[in-house]
């Protein structure tokens, strides 16, 4: 199947700083979506972005399908950034396959 | 409010127990899914439906079932044959398979 890898594993940021969060995967993939936990386990979705750019307030992604890519920017991260990042991609079974994710904390 | 609810938030179950876990969408989503997370671990598929009475095996299908027998429901059995089921169980539906998805609150099941 698929391997989906997400770097780094582990990030820590003073509030205010920005960062970048990438997310390589080792085939065409039709579908990748972002996803942000927090410290309680909830889900949110930040993104569904393919390919090309998207931004949503302070957060944004871009996809490189054709170098198997994507990169999540955090800018002006703030303490209600903290949680885990995960990338999830989809190929051609309907199935979306994620990363191991990349935790974030954010100090103020 | 439009979502997905899941219940219990917290379970606890004695050995050999079948336990079964509620998802229920107000979304109108076609698809729903159930995913085991591991402590320090991403998600991993159970489960998954594109449509009413019709549903397929994921990764780690067994000692787990499943029904779909209406639209808004998608209710997962841990039965005593799963060997690990002390998990964080996450069920999500999107408006086409593999379309945006979105996560109920999950189930912390522990097992005793």
């Known amino acids: 199947g698929i391997q989906v890898e997400q770097s780094p594993p582990d990030l820590i940021l003073q509030e205010g700083a920005n960062s970048t969060l990438r997310c390589n995967f080792s085939d065409s993939v039709n579908n990748l979506q972002w996803f942000h936990q927090n410290p309680w386990g909830q889900l949110i979705n930040l993104f569904y972005i393919p390919s090309g750019t998207k931004q949503n307030g302070r957060l944004s992604a871009t996809t490189v399908a054709t170098e198997r890519y994507s990169l999540l920017y955090i800018s002006s991260s703030q303490t209600t950034d903290s949680g885990v990042y995960f990338c999830?991609?989809?190929?051609?079974?309907?199935?979306?396959?994620f990363g191991a994710g990349t935790t974030v904390t954010v100090r103020a | 409010d439009g979502g997905i609810t899941q219940s219990p938030k917290y379970l606890f179950r004695k050995e050999g127990q079948n336990v079964t876990l509620s998802c229920e969408q107000n979304l109108n989503h076609d698809a729903m899914y159930w995913y085991r997370q591991d402590p320090g671990q991403g998600l991993r598929l159970i489960y998954y439906s594109q449509i009413v009475n019709d549903f397929q095996k994921g990764d780690i299908a067994e000692g787990y079932s499943v029904s779909r027998e209406k639209k808004e429901s998608f209710p997962l059995t841990v039965t005593s044959a799963q060997k690990n089921p002390t998990a964080f169980y996450l069920c999500?539906?999107?408006?086409?398979?593999?379309?945006?998805?979105?996560f109920g609150e999950g189930s912390r099941l522990t097992v005793l």
């Open positions: 999830a991609v989809e190929v051609n079974d309907y199935k979306l396959s």
């Open positions: 999500a539906s999107s408006r086409r398979t593999a379309g945006e998805l979105f």
